[in-house]
C-alpha cells in the first residue's frame, strides 16, 4: 500500500469540524467560541458539517450512523476543506467504518485529526487508504481557555511546514475538568519522560487509545504491524474504572497478534490520576513482560486524556532514543 502524506495548510484554508462520535451539544458554547479564535489566529476558516449541530443528539449523546458518514463524506468530497477536525471522541465512531468511501478518501486526501475513539477512524483510514492521519487535539480541545499553549505549538508543527516535530516534554500538565471551569485550574510540574526500557527504535507510528484500537483487531480496520513499528498508546479513566490491570490486558492482547514481532519500541501517553496507573505498577507490567524485554519502552508523553497534547501522525515516521532522550516524528 503506499503511503499518502496529506498537503500542509496555509493562510486562508478551510477546516471543516464533525461529530462522528458524541455530538456537538456536548460543547459549551465559550469553548466553541474559543476554538474558532484559535483556528482563525493561524489564518484558519472554521466551518461544521450539515448533521454537526445541536439538535443532533440522541440517547447516547450522538446520532445516526448515516449523518455522522454523510458529514465525513462530503467533508472529504468538497475541495475547499483542506483538513477535518473530530468535535470530541465518545464509544461508537467505530461504527463508521463499513460505511465510508474509502476510494474517496484516498482520492482526496486531507489532514483529519482527533483522538480518544477517533483512534478507531484515523488507523481504520489509515489501514484502508494509506493516508497518514493525526492522533491530536479535537476541535473542542482548543476550547481550554488557560494551558493551551504546548497544545497548540506542537499541533501548528504538524499541520503547517514540514510536518515534522522534535518533541520535548511540556512544562506543566492539568488532570482537571476544564471544561466545567475553565477559570479554577490545578497545574502540576512535570517530571518528564519515563524511561522503563533504554533503548533506540525507528519506523513507521501507530497506535492511539489503546481500549479503542484493540476493537480493530481482527478487522482490516487494523493496520498491520509492519517491520519496524513504534506503537504509541494510552488509556483513559472511565466510570467502569479504567486501572493498571486493563492497561495490562489490553496491552496482553496486542502482544498475541502474530504480526507484534514486528514492534520495535514502545511510546506510551500520561495516564490521569484516577486510574491508579503509577510509575511503579507500569515499570512492573512492562518488564513483567518477555515480548517486551527487547525494545525501548518510554512513558509519561504528552498524550492521552491529560493536557497538553502532542499531534502524532499515524503511519507517520518515529525515532525514539532513550539514552539521548529524543522523540521526534515526521507525517
Known sequence: MKKIIPQTLKAGDEIRVIAPARGLRLIGQDSRDIARARFEKMGLNVTFGKNTTDENWDMFGSTG?????????????????????????GSNSNQLLPYLDYDIIRENPKIFCGFSDITALLNGIYAKTGLVTFSGPHFSSLGMKKGA???????QKMIFGAQQNDIKPSDAWSDDLWF???????????E???????????????????????????????????????????DCFTSEATDAGSFE??????????????????????????SNVTKEKLEYII???????????????DFGHTTPLLTLPIGGEC??????????VKA
Open 180 to 190: 466545567i471551569n475553565q477559570e479554577e485550574r490545578q497545574f502540576i510540574k512535570n
Open 65 to 89: 450512523v448515516e449523518k455522522r458518514v454523510e458529514d465525513l463524506m462530503d467533508a472529504f468530497k468538497d475541495k475547499n476543506v483542506k483538513a477535518v477536525f473530530t468535535v470530541i471522541g
Open 192 to 234: 518528564g519522560w519515563q524511561v522503563i526500557n533504554p533503548g533506540k527504535a525507528e519506523g513507521t507510528m501507530l497506535g492511539g487509545n489503546l481500549g479503542t484500537f484493540n476493537l480493530l483487531l481482527g478487522s482490516s480496520y487494523r493496520p498491520g504491524f509492519v517491520k519496524n513499528t513504534v506503537l504509541f498508546i494510552e
Open 249 to 274: 490486558r489490553n496491552l496482553q492482547a496486542l502482544i498475541y497478534q502474530p504480526d507484534f514481532e514486528n514492534v520495535t519500541g514502545i511510546v506510551i501517553g500520561r495516564f490521569q490520576k484516577a
Open 287 to 301: 518488564k513483567s513482560k518477555k515480548a517486551l524485554a527487547r525494545m525501548p519502552v518510554l512513558a509519561n508523553v
Open 149 to 155: 499553549e504546548y497544545t497548540l505549538e506542537n499541533l
Open 319 to 328: 525515532c525514539l532514543d532513550t539514552e539521548s532522550l529524543r522523540l521526534s
